[in-house]
């Protein structure tokens, strides 16, 4: 299982701390997703997700304050015993006096923040899913092509940092090489980053390490990208009969989600990155509704239904 800090979200989300005493050092949060805790704070505690972090709005605080205080400081109560990650106020609420004690007691840290409730939750719960995604690491370098994120994969060797670099030098992006990181932040969108210490770095058989970043500028790197496209870099067989129209279109499964993969048999002469930059622009003209092998197979088609009707 996968958790991200507490302290990155405060920092993330510029959150108000309202109970500096408590120390949030050692909190983990483990769900990517938040709870407003208008049923508990009715008495319902069934199928409390009291592992999420819990969101205070207007509604939920507008009948806070039409509680009888012995009533409320046992349903806080009650409601801070489940060892809750935090509380987040929102619209800039004042926590009152009561509030803050029975956290206090209780050690669950509370925070307010400026920000609508629905726009905390929105975009808290959109970077918990990034930050909590499953994710693997697999060998392979990682490119923005006109947009569209291209992951080579092949052999140690068989050319895939050679290739990521003429298409720096054609002015598209690194992300990484190497190594990748995937991470799935939903069904159907694997984001690929770098490891720290890699980051911006290529080795070049023969060269060395090489700053990327450094030697063409900022505008040559990223940090993250999705991965739109895999092409797999093999050494050519004579004896393999290889996909020339391209009429059926071949998956690779990361974590559960299918990508569009290509199989380009390498051979000396062909130019890697003529044919990445190919491929990154067919597959948007795909996404845009045109398929030139269809195109051509439907010309074909066409053609030989006229001969026969002659």
Known sequence: MYT??????VEKMSL?????????????????????????????FDYF???????????EHAY??????DHGIGILTKLMSFKIPCIVFCRGIE?????????????????????????????????????LAPRISIH????????????????SGIGKSEAALELIKRGHRLVTDDVVEIKKVSDETLIGTAPDITRHFIELRGIGIIDVKTLFGVESVKNTQ?????????????????????????????LGNKVVCHSIPIRPGRNLAIICESAAVNYRQKKMG?????????????????????
């Not at 991200?4 to 979200?9: G, H």
């Not at 997700?49 to 509604?59: C, K, P």
């Not at 994120?149 to 092949?154: N, Y």
Request: charged share 30%.
């Open 49 to 59: 997700d009291s592992d999420r972090v819990q969101v205070i709005g207007n509604v």
């Open 4 to 9: 991200v800090a507490l302290t990155k979200l």
């Open 64 to 69: 806070m304050q039409k509680m009888e205080k």
């Open 140 to 155: 392979g370098v990682l490119v923005d092509v006109y947009g569209e994120g291209i992951l080579i994969m092949g052999e």
């Open 226 to 254: 999705s991965i739109d496209l895999v092409i797999k870099l093999e050494e050519w067989d004579k004896d393999r009969e290889y996909d020339r129209l391209g009429l059926e279109e071949q998956y690779t499964e990361f």
């Open 16 to 44: 108000e701390n309202c109970t500096p005493e408590i120390n949030i050092d050692e909190i983990q949060i483990t769900q990517p997703d938040v709870n407003r805790p208008a049923l508990q704070l009715a008495g319902f």
């Open 290 to 310: 045109y398929n030139a092998a269809q195109e051509l197979y439907n010309r074909v088609t066409s053609n030989l239904m006229k001969k026969k009707t002659l």
């Open 95 to 131: 926590v009152t006096d009561d509030f803050r004690q029975i956290a206090v007691q209780m050690q669950v840290p509370i925070f307010r923040t400026s920000k609508s409730t629905s726009s905390f939750v929105s975009e808290a719960i959109r970077w918990l899913k990034v930050e």
